[in-house]
């Protein structure tokens, strides 16, 4: 990958990224229901080294400094990794005419990484099975996905027409 590709991924999985808090904030305060809080993000990174990956609830696991900044890096580093995703499918092309479409089959396959990892690991089950409202967390799972391949292809999209 050279260094323009690399830096251009890098502004499109943050600016991605960004939509999807947008997103998540909108979805706080229009519908009044609480994103995912990033410092259980941090807390299940930080309880990796001692060998604590999966948890009967992350809610009941002792709160641990610098849990809320390792969470909200994460989540960052991750968006910037998902990124590449479009890169992987379609090669340069997608950065010259990015498409809605991949962006939001790359939303769609991020969603393997709460439904299949995060949300197993923190007790909620595969795709927040044991939660109170399954269907409504893989719904919120589902949108918030598709604003980050939203924002994917709209930041793209900026980039490409700049060029």
Not at 129 to 156: C, D, E, F, K, Q
Request: proline share 6%; with cysteine; glycine share 10%.
């Amino acid at each position: 990958m050279d260094i323009i590709i690399f830096f251009k991924t890098v502004i499109a999985g943050i600016g991605a990224t960004l939509v999807m808090d947008w997103w998540s904030l909108c979805q706080k305060l229009i519908l009044k229901i609480p994103p995912l809080d990033y410092a259980l993000v941090g807390r299940w990174i930080l309880l990796l080294p001692q060998g604590k990956f999966r948890h009967h609830t992350i809610l009941s696991a002792s709160r641990i400094p610098g849990e809320n900044l390792t969470g909200w890096v994460f989540h960052y580093l991750i968006g910037i990794l998902f990124a590449v995703i479009p890169l992987l499918l379609y090669g340069r092309g997608w950065l010259i005419d990015p498409s809605l479409f991949m962006g939001m089959l790359t939303g769609l396959l991020t969603l393997i990484a709460p439904f299949l990892i995060l949300q197993p690991a923190f007790g909620f089950g595969i795709a927040a099975s044991r939660t109170p409202r399954p269907w409504v967390a893989r719904l919120l799972s589902l949108i918030t996905h598709l604003s980050y391949g939203i924002g994917l292809y709209g930041i793209t999209a900026v980039m490409a027409s700049l060029s």
